[in-house]
């Protein structure tokens, strides 16, 4: 079955660095979402992206989706601890019998002062 | 807005023992799922229902139940608790239909079980 592929698993960053956080399916997304998780505390939706080459930012975070629809990334500029926690991206994967959200594993993203 | 609650937040069980994971939605969603996280593993979907009365299974049902009497209540029954159920339990809701953003879920901030 398809799976989304995140990368970097976890990923230490010193507070105002910028990072990029990797989603990768080895099929077409009809969707794709990102969610951010903290410890003790359910999923946060962050943004929302269905068209190839979207982007959208909200604050100082940006996702990317790329042209074929396979890929995106999430964007953090000048990190803060406030940014620290597990990102999740999630993938629509309707119009291959599969009309349920699939998860990637997630990235954990510490941010160190 | 209290969104998506679960109860309990935390929860020791003993092998063999039963429980009832609750989740309870006020948004009017008609799509509700029960998800289970163990560390490294991301999310994977135990059950979801698309109204009240009708469930189905998703990829790990085994050693689980659930029923749907109500648009609002979605529970999620353990019979025979047994240590590889220890995790992380999140309930979510969405509205769901033909536009992407009706199918955002929402998510509750889980039940954390530990089967000992």
């Known amino acids: 079955s398809q799976e989304l592929e995140q990368s970097p698993q976890s990923l230490i960053v010193q507070e105002g660095k910028n990072l990029t956080i990797n989603c990768t399916s080895s099929?077409?997304?009809?969707?794709l979402y990102w969610y951010k998780q903290k410890y003790g505390e359910g999923l946060i939706f962050l943004m929302m992206?269905?068209?190839?080459?979207e982007e959208k930012s909200h604050e100082k975070i940006t996702a990317k989706l790329d042209e074929k629809k396979q890929q995106s990334s999430l964007h953090i500029t000048a990190s803060q601890p406030s940014h620290a926690g597990i990102y999740l991206c999630?993938?629509?994967?309707?119009?291959?019998?599969?009309?349920?959200?699939?998860f990637g594993t997630g990235t954990r993203l510490t941010i160190i002062p | 807005n209290a969104g998506v609650t679960q109860t309990p937040k935390f929860r020791i069980l003993k092998i063999g023992q039963s429980m009832t994971l609750q989740c309870a939605q006020d948004?009017?969603?008609?799509?509700m799922y029960w998800y289970r996280q163990d560390p490294g593993m991301g999310l994977k979907l135990i059950y979801y229902?698309?109204?009240?009365?009708?469930?189905d299974k998703g990829e790990v049902p085994n050693g689980y139940n659930v029923s749907r009497s109500t648009t609002e209540d979605f529970p999620l029954r353990l019979e025979l608790a047994a240590p590889s159920q220890t995790s992380v339990y999140f309930c979510?809701?969405?509205?769901?239909?033909?536009?992407?953003?009706?199918?955002?879920?929402?998510f509750g901030a889980g039940t954390r079980l530990s089967v000992l």
């Open positions: 992206l269905q068209k190839g080459g």
């Open positions: 229902s698309v109204g009240a009365g009708i469930t």
């Open positions: 099929k077409t997304l009809y969707g």
């Open positions: 948004m009017n969603h008609n799509y």
């Open positions: 979510a809701s969405s509205s769901r239909g033909d536009s992407l953003a009706k199918n955002i879920q929402y």
């Open positions: 999630g993938a629509d994967k309707r119009g291959f019998g599969n009309e349920k959200l699939t």
